[in-house]
């Protein structure tokens, strides 16, 4: 090993990071002819074509027709894998039949209701036969059927609800504000529409979609989501602490060249103070683990940024927060400092480099860092699952999906439009630049263990 200072810490630490691997980068994208070599992954096919079609564009010229042609026959494939009976997209599915059924539109409207319909007759019942107010009544049919109308509801049996509420229309007994509110739950529709959605769950369709939207996963809030979320925030804290490790190991060296145990720290879980995050929407204002270096009169410096990644398929809808939340602070003002709350306590930061971090992609490898221990995969995923499900949602592919499944001629020319779509609308911008997202991020992407090794076998 070289001498230690040989070259400032600094220094150093940029020949880490220039040379440290990035394993998870993307290929080169291959040539027009050749993306649609690979007959395994359609819609990585489809984001190669996609991502020429964009760099055309941003050179200025229109692209080819045979690109075009690529893109429909791509396209087309995505949707026909989507659709097949067996082997297909239970999401595209669900949307073909709620297209297809009355019976299911209903019924997905009627679910959009349901849970104020429920407050509200819940609300109303409890008025009339809440069970302390009951035990006020004296033993009688009028109390025997009001208990009745209070279980059903509360077990949700909606059809019982309405009968027990129709023999209480001719109930006799009854004072003043029991009478009005079982005639506001007759006349105001709420019961009618719980009764229809019970009714609807019968329907063969409306089965055949539910099964779908079972199929896409557990529902939100059931104990199966909760356990899928729980091992989920487990994984991420397990990532997040091999990375503070790793930036730790990075720190140590760094440490070791300047001769001086404290003059680079590592901090977790680090907050964007109110005063650069206010006004800010979208931005990044939580940092998983930052490199610090002590400056002058007890400030500090930001030298690393780093966001753990439990998968590198993250990272490209985590991108653009990212550079936003590096533009949030470097509009700080130079002349001030700002206070920074972390796991490890407070740090005063200055204003003045805050303002020198970079805000555009290429400087940034230089500060900020993806990582994670995942393993590097041999064909990542290019079309990311939101931007496959704004292709296939789209009017034009929906009425293309439905064709096919209803055995009708489809054709291309449909898709047509979506090309157009793709090229020039603002609202597809997204989806066109989502591959050059996806190659940006990952280039900011290091696995834990190069970092470390990285750090550690570094010369100053």
Same mark, same amino acid.
């Given at each position: 090993?070289?001498?230690?200072?040989? #070259?400032?810490?600094?220094?150093?630490?940029?020949?880490?990071?220039?040379?440290?691997? %990035?394993?998870? =980068?993307?290929?080169?994208? $291959?040539?027009?002819?050749? #993306? &649609?070599?690979? +007959?395994?992954?359609?819609?990585?096919?489809?984001?190669?074509?996609?991502?020429?079609?964009?760099?055309? /564009?941003?050179?200025?010229?229109?692209?080819?027709? @045979?690109?075009?042609?690529?893109?429909?026959?791509?396209?087309?494939?995505?949707?026909?894998?989507?659709?097949?009976?067996?082997?297909?997209?239970?999401?595209?599915?669900?949307?073909?039949?709620?297209?297809?059924?009355?019976?299911?539109?209903?019924?997905?409207?009627?679910?959009?209701?349901?849970?104020?319909?429920?407050?509200?007759?819940?609300?109303?019942?409890?008025?009339?036969?809440?069970?302390?107010?009951?035990?006020?009544?004296?033993?009688?049919?009028? %109390?025997?059927?009001?208990?009745?109308?209070?279980?059903?509801?509360?077990? *949700?049996?909606?059809?019982?609800?309405?009968?027990?509420?129709?023999?209480?229309?001719?109930? /006799? /007994?009854?004072?003043?504000?029991?009478?009005?509110?079982?005639?506001?739950?007759?006349?105001?529709?709420?019961?009618?529409?719980?009764?229809?959605?019970?009714?609807?769950?019968?329907?063969?369709?409306? %089965?055949?979609?539910?099964?779908?939207?079972?199929?896409?996963?557990?529902?939100?809030?059931?104990?199966?989501?909760?356990?899928?979320?729980?091992?989920?925030?487990?994984?991420?804290?397990?990532?997040?602490?091999?990375?503070?490790?790793?930036?730790?190991?990075?720190?140590?060296?760094?440490?070791?060249?300047?001769?001086?145990? &404290?003059?680079? =720290?590592?901090?977790?879980?680090?907050?964007?103070?109110?005063?650069?995050?206010?006004?800010?929407?979208?931005?990044?204002?939580?940092?998983?683990?930052?490199?610090?270096?002590?400056?002058?009169?007890?400030?500090?410096? !930001? @030298?690393?940024?780093?966001?753990?990644?439990?998968?590198?398929?993250?990272?490209?809808?985590?991108? +653009?927060?990212?550079?936003?939340?590096?533009?949030?602070?470097?509009?700080?003002?130079?002349?001030?400092?700002? &206070?920074?709350?972390?796991?490890?306590?407070?740090?005063?930061?200055? /204003?003045?480099?805050? @303002?020198?971090?970079?805000?555009?992609?290429?400087?940034?490898? *230089?500060?900020?860092?993806?990582?994670?221990?995942? $393993?590097?995969?041999?064909?990542?995923?290019?079309?990311?699952?939101?931007?496959?499900?704004?292709?296939?949602?789209?009017?034009?592919?929906?009425?293309?999906?439905?064709?096919?499944?209803?055995?009708? $001629?489809?054709?291309?020319?449909?898709?047509?439009?979506?090309?157009?779509?793709?090229?020039?609308?603002?609202?597809?911008?997204?989806?066109?630049?989502?591959?050059?997202? !996806?190659?940006?991020?990952?280039?900011?992407?290091?696995?834990?263990?190069?970092?470390?090794?990285?750090?550690?076998?570094?010369?100053?």
């Amino acid at each position: 090993m070289r001498p230690l200072h040989a #070259c400032s810490s600094e220094a150093l630490l940029a020949t880490i990071l220039r040379d440290v691997p %990035r394993r998870y =980068r993307l290929p080169e994208l $291959p040539a027009i002819d050749e #993306c &649609t070599a690979d +007959p395994q992954n359609g819609a990585n096919r489809l984001a190669f074509i996609i991502e020429h079609a964009r760099r055309a /564009g941003a050179a200025g010229r229109e692209p080819d027709a @045979r690109l075009k042609q690529q893109f429909l026959h791509e396209l087309d494939a995505l949707v026909r894998s989507a659709v097949h009976a067996q082997e297909g997209d239970p999401v595209v599915q669900a949307m073909i039949l709620r297209q297809q059924s009355e019976a299911v539109r209903e019924y997905v409207g009627l679910m959009t209701q349901q849970p104020q319909d429920v407050r509200r007759v819940s609300n109303v019942v409890n008025g009339v036969a809440h069970p302390a107010k009951l035990e006020r009544l004296p033993a009688s049919e009028l %109390r025997k059927q009001l208990a009745q109308l209070q279980a059903h509801v509360a077990a *949700a049996r909606w059809d019982d609800a309405a009968r027990v509420l129709q023999a209480l229309s001719n109930a /006799g /007994g009854m004072n003043r504000t029991v009478v009005s509110g079982l005639a506001r739950l007759r006349e105001e529709g709420t019961l009618q529409r719980l009764q229809r959605l019970e009714a609807l769950r019968r329907n063969d369709d409306v %089965r055949q979609y539910q099964a779908l939207l079972d199929r896409q996963g557990p529902p939100a809030n059931s104990h199966e989501a909760a356990q899928n979320g729980a091992a989920g925030r487990e994984r991420g804290m397990s990532v997040e602490g091999l990375s503070r490790a790793s930036l730790q190991a990075l720190a140590d060296r760094l440490n070791e060249a300047e001769g001086n145990d &404290t003059a680079y =720290r590592v901090v977790t879980s680090m907050y964007v103070p109110a005063a650069l995050a206010a006004n800010q929407e979208g931005g990044k204002t939580e940092w998983d683990a930052v490199l610090l270096r002590q400056a002058a009169d007890d400030t500090w410096d !930001i @030298r690393v940024l780093v966001e753990a990644k439990a998968s590198p398929d993250s990272v490209a809808t985590d991108f +653009p927060r990212l550079l936003r939340g590096l533009g949030m602070l470097a509009r700080a003002d130079s002349a001030q400092t700002y &206070t920074f709350k972390a796991r490890e306590g407070s740090f005063t930061l200055r /204003g003045s480099t805050l @303002r020198a971090l970079p805000t555009d992609v290429e400087a940034a490898a *230089a500060t900020v860092l993806y990582s994670s221990d995942a $393993p590097a995969e041999a064909s990542p995923r290019l079309l990311s699952a939101a931007a496959r499900m704004q292709l296939l949602s789209s009017p034009e592919v929906l009425a293309h999906a439905i064709a096919i499944a209803e055995g009708r $001629p489809a054709r291309m020319q449909r898709l047509e439009s979506v090309w157009q779509q793709l090229l020039h609308a603002p609202r597809w911008r997204p989806l066109l630049n989502q591959y050059h997202t !996806i190659s940006q991020a990952r280039a900011l992407m290091v696995h834990v263990d190069d970092l470390k090794a990285a750090a550690t076998a570094a010369t100053a």
